[in-house]
């Protein structure tokens, strides 16, 4: 157990380094793992999980990102008995923007192999594929050349020749987790301590974005580290949950002019919430689940500090967060950032005893 919190200050202590996001995210790093390894597809406690995911940003600017998301995933042939099994899960996101409606509709399956390496640790390797459409409503776009001097005007011609179109292109990923865990065994509560460490790599294939005809630009592969933990104070009912996620897509442009500032797009989020049982299962009773609220704050660096809610009744659980912008652009977005909900369906997610040790 001491190694495991040594190798977790490591992690929470890292510095935060600039953000610039090419990809969606969401603020709530722990109830989007499918969208950020597909290593971890099937590797929670539990035999299902559905978790959908809507976000609101910038809606002080008229037309807000907003983005929802649908994940479903299983492990299947999983026993206490086996030392491997499979996992399986679907993702599905659609993203809109902007007076156009720029919308991102992508669709993915996942498969994962679990392999318990000892009774505290797990390893997992997962793969992703799918398809991605990118569609606008080009008619709503406006340009300088339609300023009369007092107004945009709609009808006037806009001296633009080039031909915008809808498409859909292929993406492939993978991933890599690792987690090691310590349980103490309780008759009122297994106290549990374990962290998961993951890599994993998105659009390995560089998917073609083709917006106007004779593009040669690809989508930039998305690099993801991240650390989940899970620290039970033992013999108390309070839970500690550190986490942190970095992201980085692309790279240095040297064909654009440095005084631009174009670089790789990076992002680091890191926080923690603190969560309290209510209610505890025992094995005396024969009740396994549990219910539990949590408070916590995360930041994203240079970007936003996000307090985020979450109760825990059983195998659901709902979660909510709100970005406030301390950027330079809260100017201009009034320091409102993005609201933030989460739905969570885990069978037999807060069992107490039964599926702590199914991996």
């Known amino acids: 157990m001491k190694k495991l919190r040594i190798i977790l ?38 035999y299902f999980r559905a978790i959908v995911n809507y976000r609101n940003q910038w809606q002080s600017m008229g037309k807000a990102f907003q983005t929802a998301n649908l994940s479903v995933d299983a492990g299947l042939f999983k026993s206490k008995r086996r030392k491997a099994f499979l996992g399986l899960g679907l993702v599905m996101f659609q993203d809109r ?6 919308t991102k509709t ?20 997962g793969i992703y594929g799918g398809a991605i459409g990118n569609t606008a409503d080009y008619t709503k776009l406006t340009y300088a050349s339609q300023f009369d001097g007092n107004s945009i005007d709609p009808e006037a011609n806009t001296g633009e020749n080039a031909v915008f179109r809808n498409y859909t292109t292929t993406d492939l990923g993978m991933g890599i987790a690792y987690e090691a ?8 509560h297994d106290d549990v301590t374990k962290v998961r460490i993951g890599l994993a790599a998105y659009h390995l294939n560089r998917p073609k974005q083709e917006f ?33 996620v970095l992201q980085k897509q692309g790279k240095k442009d040297k064909s654009i002019p440095a005084e631009y500032k174009i670089r790789g797009a990076y992002e680091f989020v890191t926080g923690s919430y603190f969560k309290v049982r209510l209610a505890t299962g025992t094995k005396v009773t024969g009740e396994k689940t549990q219910n539990a609220i949590g408070f ?4 994203r660096s240079k970007d936003a500090l996000i307090p ?46 039964d599926t702590r040790s199914e991996f």
């Not at 923007?97 to 720029?102: E, H, P, R, S, T």
């Not at 865990?181 to 009122?188: A, G, L, Q």
């Not at 916590?296 to 930041?299: D, I, R």
């Open 9 to 46: 200050v490591i992690f929470v202590l890292t510095g935060a380094l600039q953000t610039k996001a090419q990809d969606i995210h969401f603020s709530q790093i722990s109830e989007v793992p499918l969208l950020l390894n597909p290593a971890n597809t099937g590797f929670f406690p539990g």
């Open 97 to 102: 923007a902007g007076a156009a409606k720029l």
């Open 106 to 125: 992508h669709a993915m399956v996942n498969i994962s192999g679990l392999v318990k390496l000892s009774k505290k640790s797990v390893l997992c390797a």
């Open 181 to 188: 865990s310590s349980v103490k065994i309780d008759t009122d």
């Open 212 to 244: 106007a005809a004779g593009s040669v630009y690809r989508l930039p592969m998305r690099l993801v580290a991240s650390l989940f933990s899970n620290i039970d104070f033992e013999d108390t009912r309070f839970t500690l949950t550190p986490a942190f």
């Open 296 to 299: 916590g704050l995360y930041y």
């Open 308 to 353: 985020k809610l979450i109760l825990e009744l059983g195998d659901y659980a709902i979660g909510m967060s709100y970005d406030v912008n301390i950027s330079g652009y809260k100017s201009a977005s009034k320091s409102n950032g993005g609201f933030e909900v989460t739905l969570r369906y885990n069978r037999l997610a807060n069992s107490l005893f």
